[in-house]
């Protein structure tokens, strides 16, 4: 407590010991207290004054004292005062912190209601902020009875607040899902740890024992709840669309430039090494994609391809998302357990992505899969041994962050055995046209459209953007325009304002230089819809469509490899 929050009686005289009892029945008239300092203190206080009457006023006080065994006072500074050595019998004498001069007295009571005053502003802030947090708090005692149940939780159990108050915690859940038991018997700390309370509700708990004296006294947990979020990745991964085509994995990536060829090439190569791949590259550029390419296109196409995004799911809920977890460990049913990605991934692929959100401890365990294809679910003592083909994804260094300590580095030597990196969009330029007329066909499919022509002013403004969202914004880009289209062409009303402000920045800074660009991209552009079109015609008889344009069959193949068409 702080020395202005502490009310004492400041009242008081001090005498001599020798001092006659006339002397001290007079200065208690005066003062509420009489102190009697030598080297013990002794303290009476006015309402005693009649106990002193009854002898000889001419008797030195001490003398007195002696007589009838008057107990001495115990003398405390503020800081002191709450220690369980204070002593109570009689009122206790305060001294300044040097322990100099007495500054006070405060009797056994005044201390008394000085305390439930103080526990009362406590419990106000504690109440207040249990009631402000998003989370489910409840506390307990040592015993396991409940002390305290906000708000929240009565929504996320619903259970009232004065249904479970008093009782034991584990009439309303079972003992062994209960982590606030665990706090009890261990007196350990836990942070962000997955746990089901029922079978309904998912949360992230911390929890920490309330000690005293260096013994549990009781235990508080705050619960968020996370089901909705548990809900929705089930149902992500229930809905993970295929993006590529069974039969030709690696043909449904489209790009003509050296680095995406490259990376296709490596990507071909290790689909049937059953050793993980590290895939890399700006967020949207195609990792999944070409994660999805090397499974279908190696030695475990027809085992599941499982997908799981470090990124998206809490730590405390990852491991058990990722490992399973043993019956009965986080719910009351023994009958109810859980197999992780892993094992749904059987004879399969995992793809992680964004690995580098992987907390450093499920790190650890996930580094130990991989070098020995075997795991144990969380909570549980049985082995289980499969045999998955890992593919994880990264939009940052690896490196930097093993630097950093970040990252678990015999883990990321595991990974980097094979790593591909997809270049972003904005480095590969020539592949825009292609990815568009892929999507053009795609979306109109989709939306039972007919396709547009695209008009080369859409086009010099799709090459000049700069793509910071990559292949994905560029699809969803097409998409946009082929779903709000009712023309038969797409101009640049169509593009979103950022891509025409880009465009026009683009224009005006340079515009010598954008007349060059659109000299030299123009034709080819007009060039590629015609083959296009001539091909269309002649549905697809290039040998048609050669003389429909008036060129040599081994020209119109050259120009269909130039632009990337099919």
Known sequence: MQHEQIHFNSSFTLVEPLTPIMHIKNKLLEYDFVVVAGRTYYIIANSECNLVQLDDDSLPIIKWIEKVNWHSSFVSTIVELSASKTDWIRPVLIKNKEKEDIIGIITANQWIQQLDKENKKLSAYFYTLAETINDAVTAVDQEG??????????????????????????????????????????????????????????????????????????????????????????????????????????????????????????????????????LTGEPGSGKEMLGQAIHYGGSKNTGPFVSINCSTIPSGL???????????????????????????????????????????????????????????????????????????????????????????????????????????????????????????????????????????????????????????ELRNIVERFILLNNENSITLNHLPKNILDAYSVHHDDDQSRNETSHKEMGPKIEEAEMIEEALRKTYGNKSAAANLLGISRGTLYNKIKEYGLS
């Open 318 to 472: 990852l491991e058990a998302e990722l490992f399973g977890y043993h019956e009965g460990v986080f719910t009351s049913d023994k009958k109810i357990g859980q197999a992780g990605k892993i094992e749904q991934a059987s004879n399969g692929t995992l793809f992680v992505e964004e690995i580098d959100k992987m907390a450093l401890e499920i790190q650890e365990k996930f580094l130990n899969f991989l070098e020995h294809q075997s795991f144990y679910r969380v909570g549980g003592t049985e082995l289980i041994t499969t045999q998955v083909r890992v593919i994880a994804s990264t939009s940052r260094s690896l490196e930097a962050i093993v630097k950093e300590g970040k990252f678990n580095e015999n883990l990321y030597y595991q990974l980097t055995v094979i790593n591909i990196d997809i270049p972003p969009l904005h480095k590969r330029k020539e592949d825009i046209i292609k990815l568009v007329q892929q999507f053009v066909q795609e979306f109109s499919s989709k939306y039972k459209k007919p396709i547009p022509k695209i008009n080369s002013s859409v086009m010099n403004a799709l090459m000049n953007y700069n793509w910071p969202g990559n292949v994905r």
């Open 145 to 278: 009875h409940v002390i305290y149940w906000n708000t929240v939780a009565e929504g996320t159990y619903k259970i009232q607040r004065e249904n479970i108050l008093g009782q034991k915690i584990g009439e309303h859940f079972h003992t062994d899902s209960i982590i606030l038991h665990r706090i009890l018997n261990e007196g350990r700390s836990v942070r962000g740890a997955y746990h089901r309370p029922n079978n309904d509700t998912h949360v992230l708990i911390n929890a920490s024992p309330i000690l005293k004296d260096n013994k549990i006294i009781g235990g508080i947990a705050t619960e968020r709840d996370i089901t909705g979020i548990v809900r929705l990745n089930e149902e992500l991964d229930s809905s993970l669309p295929l993006l590529i085509h069974h039969e030709k994995p690696f043909a449904s990536i489209i790009g003509v430039s050296s680095e995406i060829q490259q990376a296709l090439q490596i990507a071909q190569k290790v689909a049937y090494a059953d050793i993980p791949v590290l």
